[in-house]
């Protein structure tokens, strides 16, 4: 099956996202969980060791500056469903424009990151990775913090995790999901528009909704 940007973009708009059994695999399957994940916006949560983290600002954050990269290094695990057709399709969608990555550097190195689709005002988390301790919860952070400045309304995480839940995430049914998701492609939302915030502004911020 070849992913074409039209196919993945239908696949979003009505709530199913594609996966492979393993790297190797030439086969794609659609997921349409009955339980999805989502991070409410004004919900995340920052505990203190991650706000201390953040407000020494020893990482450089980006947006968009190593797609490629980003998916590269969340596939790079024992288990993972990302195969030669979803990157290879998650790198048109970029050149597109609607999908996008936060990084995050210690010096020269890539150390955390995560990506995603867009899709009118939703965000659709595919993965995310880490190096270094607490790095995804940074890139994490970011990201929340940018889909708020760029009005979107809906964050996507597909599956709960105890990871994902720690930081705010809560778990849905698939009917609501699909409720938000409607509403959300209703609007429209620029993710490369908001500029990254400093530390400090971005713990003021997340703090006060959170």
């Given at each position: ?52 983290t953040i407000r ?90 940018r889909l708020r ?60 909704t959170s």
């Amino acid at each position: 099956m070849t992913l074409t940007p039209d196919l993945l973009l239908h696949a979003y708009s009505i709530g199913v996202f594609p996966m492979s059994e393993h790297r190797e695999d030439d086969e794609v399957f659609w997921v349409d969980p009955k339980l999805r994940g989502i991070f409410p916006l004004d919900q995340f949560h920052i505990s203190r060791s991650l706000a201390k983290t953040i407000r020494r600002d020893n990482y450089e954050i980006t947006v968009n500056r190593a797609f490629a990269e980003v998916v590269e290094a969340c596939a790079e695990r024992e288990e993972t469903w990302i195969n030669e057709d979803i990157h290879t399709g998650y790198q048109e969608l970029h050149d597109l424009g609607h999908a996008h990555s936060l990084e995050v550097w210690d010096q020269n190195r890539l150390v955390g990151g995560v990506y995603g689709v867009s899709l009118g005002a939703g965000f659709f988390g595919e993965s995310m990775f880490s190096r270094q301790r607490d790095t995804s919860k940074i890139a994490l952070a970011y990201l929340i913090d940018r889909l708020r400045q760029a009005g979107f309304q809906l964050c996507d995480t597909q599956f709960l995790t105890p990871h994902l839940a720690s930081l705010g995430a809560i778990e849905i049914s698939r009917a609501a999901y699909k409720a938000r998701l409607q509403q959300a492609l209703q609007h429209e939302a620029d993710f490369s528009a908001p500029q990254l915030p400093s530390p400090r502004l971005l713990l003021q911020r997340m703090t006060q909704t959170s």
